[in-house]
């Protein structure tokens, strides 16, 4: 697994739950020299304008589809979680943590996170070489594979 410091970590969630895509390296250096100068707060609200007027279902879609959660979380219950959070945005890249880093003992959701964590694996290893700088989609259902090249 590849070593992700906490601003990696957040860009390239927040990627892969809001858009479903790694970012590059541009991207991805842009959106950490935001977050090494503005502040992770202001980088959640700054995504969280973004997506201000995404309804909550789309965003609940989303969110369950690039988390691979679909049939393990329904949209009735996404819905809600987004709608308890003042920032749903931040609150979708908190459970793409915690889906991340679970430790339980759910076989579904083990599921879902080794896919996660290979996706978020690869939008690393792509993102930080010099030469990878178009997004690539890394959403991807179990047992599909599928190959980055350079632009």
Do not use: C, W
């Amino acid at each position: 697994m590849a070593l992700i410091l906490k601003d990696q970590s957040l860009a390239l969630q927040a990627y892969a739950v809001l858009v479903g895509q790694n970012p590059g390296y541009t991207a991805l250096n842009d959106h950490l020299a935001f977050i090494s100068t503005k502040g992770i707060p202001a980088y959640s609200a700054q995504l969280n304008s973004i997506f201000a007027n995404t309804p909550t279902a789309t965003l609940a879609q989303t969110m369950i589809t690039n988390l691979g959660l679909t049939g393990i979380v329904s949209q009735v219950e996404a819905e809600a979680y987004l709608n308890s959070s003042p920032n749903p945005v931040e609150a979708m890249i908190n459970l793409s943590n915690t889906l991340y880093t679970y430790a339980g003992t759910d076989a579904a959701i083990i599921a879902a996170r080794d896919v996660y964590k290979a996706s978020i694996d690869t939008s690393y290893a792509y993102s930080i070489v010099p030469a990878n700088t178009a997004t690539v989609s890394i959403v991807a259902g179990a047992g599909t594979t599928f190959t980055l090249t350079t632009a």
